[in-house]
């Protein structure tokens, strides 16, 4: 059973308004009041841009950090006609930041870009999320290893501080599909994913390397034996207080 650092990131992508703050507020009373194994773990949400801010200030200094999803690939100020910068998300509170989900790579993320990304969001003092993952088809063809090694070294580099630089794996086959990877192969992919990280960074700890796709209450007993993996990127149920809650609860069962 796992003893390091475990993160329980809920990424909102497009859902949420001002009232959906109550969804939060009980995944923070519920952290608060689990004194048993609060310290062992990290809850991050991500809701959209529009509340960023809100949910920020509300939350300063309680159990629950807020991350963005995304941000242009440009940093600061500039003619770019509805794109928001790190710069402006740490601006108002974010304290993490998504890069890289497929979501954004299906729609023109490039490597190029998300190494700026990457690079804006450490400037900004933004702990950045990278997310990985191979297709149906790269999976089928055996090139899993191969896609998310291009992934992670092309966007990379050495001179991050490799502290504040957390791996998502996420096979785009298992987001919203209901299918999850057999846990040896999840295994192996961790540890794969592991020795790319402290190759990059030449250090003997590698940066966290979470799971997602499908993550919810009843398979988090499949991946809490697998104690290489440092946490979850969780999207659909993420939405529900009760379901986000499950899946700690279940998973410290
Ligand atoms: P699901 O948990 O809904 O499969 O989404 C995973 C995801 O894309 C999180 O970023």
């Keep these: 059973m796992a003893n390091n650092m475990k993160y329980f990131i809920g990424n909102w992508k497009m859902f949420g308004v001002s009232k959906s703050i109550s969804i939060l507020s009980k995944i923070n009373k519920f952290v608060k009041s689990d004194k048993k194994f609060n310290k062992k773990y990290r809850t991050v949400i991500t809701p959209p841009n529009t ?7 509300f939350f300063l200094n309680q159990k629950i950090s807020i991350g963005a999803q995304n941000c242009y690939h440009k940093d600061n100020y500039g003619a770019n006609t509805g794109s928001v910068s790190a710069l402006m998300i740490k601006n108002v509170g974010a304290q993490y930041m998504i890069v890289g989900h497929s979501d954004n790579r299906t729609e023109g993320d490039t490597d190029a870009m998300l190494k700026s990304k990457v690079e804006n969001s450490l400037n900004n003092k933004l702990k ?18 191969k896609v998310l090694k291009k992934q992670i070294v092309n966007v990379l580099e050495k001179k991050f501080n490799y502290k504040d630089v957390i791996i998502a794996y996420e096979p785009i086959w298992s987001i919203g599909t209901g299918k999850i990877p057999e846990p040896k192969d999840l295994l192996k992919t961790t540890i794969f994913i592991k020795k790319i990280l402290k190759n990059i ?30 946490g979850f990127l969780i999207g659909g149920a993420s939405k529900s207080d009760k379901k986000f809650i499950d899946i700690i609860k279940n998973y410290y069962k």
Aim: with cysteine.
């Design 51 to 57: 509340l960023i801010e809100s949910y920020a200030k």
């Design 128 to 145: 950045v999320i990278l997310c990985v993952g191979e297709n149906k088809i790269d999976k089928k063809k055996n090139r899993t290893f």
């Design 201 to 230: 960074f030449k250090t003997s700890n590698s940066p966290a390397v979470l799971y997602g796709g499908s993550v919810d209450g009843t398979n988090i007993s499949q991946f809490k034996r697998i104690n290489e993996i440092d």
